[in-house]
């Protein structure tokens, strides 16, 4: 076993052990076929307990996205997102000629799986802001990958804003049935829907 | 049974672990010859409570010879985790803000560690006062820089309550393993054995009877099931259960009896108060299924111990007159 590889089982059980990190699937049983996780984000340790919560055999194949400026800062953030996390890299600077989901698209022909946060930034409590027109971009795209919206529970109350220590109390994630772009659906009602069906799982869970 | 009394500590030990599994497999051999019958519904769900239950049981005897094999210092390590553990859960279950982010780190990642500490190294002066003068007083003194006036008092109260409960209580079992008993050292496992035995045979006995007795509940909002009546079986259960290990302890036999009744009937207590806990918190599952927050019932399982651990542990030493 190789370094990335037992500082991922440790990242895993230390997300485990503060977290409990439970995994609830309803609707979609976690199999590998080509996903994209879409979830609510409350918190920098959202990433982390939605990979902890998947199974061990998921994990290599589902990779986060990660702003190219921030984390390749320093080496020890660009070894943790390249070699451990395997992160997709987009640059926050808009530039003309580049489209910004270019990465995304890339790494969905390559056929990996993606977990993606279209609120676009971390939302406070309650319900989750309105969504990024990414995802809707992607379904378009890619419309044999699945789209599993995903219910993070209680992370804020683990590391609120601010904070750089996390406190250990019980967090759940309830991955729901997969969602499709209708034939003709409009851009704005499909994001709805899928914000909805983030929210729907709040009380499933 | 007083022969057994004469045996070298290692062939008791033995003889303990022997009979618990014993009794384990045979339980586990007939609830599996069991499991092909046809039940209704209400008795399908009896009896997968019942097999999980026997699961849980299995586990903590398996980690219990482990740690009896590999000595106190990894006892007091694994009880430890289990004190983590539940108060992680309970911590889920209480709501706390923004403002208690620091007092919790100091209870999780400090206050824990200290008392487990304090009771490797043996200091038992400072292992009684620690957590309820000590931690007392900083826990609200952290609590009110977090500069949250809202519920104030409401807020620091639950943690320390979770402290006390989680920490604290629990803390006392290990700390049995530790104790300086006349004629009766390096044998500390046997009494935290014994201690778990009892509690768990009031638990079983007073889970049996109410469902079997249909009493009228005492206090029916918290809990449908505890009724005096029940309580009493479970107690005189474990009393029952102490009385005939007590060539395995220090005790003689009256006293065994009335040492197993103690801790029995204060475990019992203890399942009651989480019980009352958890309607708070608005959760209705109990037991090992899962709620909202992936809570999982360890509370429930342990919280008798954390009531019976430290009535039990003085209880013994003002039995052999410490000071």
Redesign the interface.
């Known amino acids: 076993m190789k370094l990335p590889e037992v500082a991922g089982l440790f990242l895993a059980f230390l997300a485990r052990l503060?977290t409990?990190a439970?995994g609830?699937w309803h609707g979609s049983p976690p199999k590998a076929e080509q996903r994209i996780y879409f979830a609510n984000h409350q918190s920098h340790f959202d990433w982390v307990l939605i990979w902890a919560a998947l199974p061990r055999e998921l994990r290599t194949i589902t990779r986060p996205i990660a702003a190219r400026d921030y984390w390749t800062s320093s080496p020890f953030k660009h070894w943790i997102t390249r070699e451990v996390f395997n992160a997709v890299y987009v640059s926050r600077q808009r530039t003309d000629d580049e489209d910004p989901l270019e990465p995304l698209m890339e790494a969905l022909r390559h056929g990996d799986s993606l977990v993606i946060f279209p609120e676009g930034t971390r939302g406070n409590k309650g319900d989750p802001a309105v969504f990024k027109a990414g995802l809707f971009h992607l379904a378009g795209a890619f419309p044999e990958v699945q789209l599993i919206p995903a219910w993070i529970?209680?992370v804020q109350?683990v590391m609120?804003k601010g904070?750089v220590?996390p406190?250990?109390?019980?967090?759940?994630v309830t991955f729901g049935a997969p969602l499709a772009l209708q034939p003709g659906e409009d851009k704005r009602a499909f994001l709805e829907r899928a914000r909805q069906a983030v929210i729907a799982l709040r009380s499933v869970? | 049974m007083g022969s057994l009394r004469a045996l070298s500590v290692s062939q008791q030990v033995g003889l303990l672990f022997v009979l618990l599994f014993g009794v384990l497999t045979l339980v586990t051999v007939i609830a599996v010859s069991g499991s092909v019958r046809e039940r209704d519904a209400r008795a399908q769900t009896m009896f997968d409570r019942f097999v999980r239950d026997l699961r849980a049981v299995w586990l903590g005897a398996v980690l219990f010879w482990v740690s009896w094999a590999s000595g106190a210092f990894v006892s007091t390590l694994l009880f430890g985790v289990l004190s983590?553990l539940a108060?992680?859960?309970f911590?889920?279950l209480t709501h706390?803000r923004?403002g208690d982010?620091r007092s919790?780190?100091l209870a999780?990642?400090v206050v824990l560690p200290l008392q487990y500490g304090i009771v490797a190294t043996e200091h038992f002066d400072l292992f009684t006062v620690f957590v309820p003068v000590y931690v007392f007083l900083a826990i609200p003194v952290v609590s009110a820089f977090g500069n949250d006036p809202q519920r104030f008092l409401e807020r620091t109260a639950k943690i320390q309550w979770g402290i006390m409960v989680c920490v604290y209580g629990m803390s006392h079992a290990p700390a049995l393993l530790l104790l300086d008993l006349p004629r009766y050292e390096d044998r500390g496992a046997f009494m935290v054995l014994y201690l778990v035995i009892v509690v768990a045979t009031a638990q079983i006995a007073q889970e049996l009877a109410s469902r079997r007795l249909r009493r009228r509940p005492v206090a029916r909002a918290i809990s449908r099931s505890f009724s005096w009546r029940a309580w009493w079986i479970g107690a005189l259960s474990a009393a029952l259960i102490g009385a005939l290990l007590y060539w395995a302890t220090p005790f003689k036999p009256i006293p065994a009896l009335v040492m197993g009744f103690v801790a029995g009937g204060s475990g019992t207590f203890g399942e009651f108060v989480m019980k009352a806990l958890k309607r708070d918190a608005g959760v209705r599952s109990w037991g090992g299924r899962?709620s909202?927050?992936?809570?999982?019932g360890l509370l429930d399982r342990v919280a008798p111990l954390c009531f019976a651990a430290p009535v039990f542990f003085h209880s013994v030493r003002w039995y052999f007159g410490f000071r």
């Open positions: 503060i409990g439970q609830h529970d209680n109350r609120p904070e220590v406190v250990p109390i019980l967090c759940s869970a | 983590f108060l992680r859960e911590v889920t706390t923004r982010h919790l780190l999780f990642f899962a909202v927050t992936g809570a999982i």
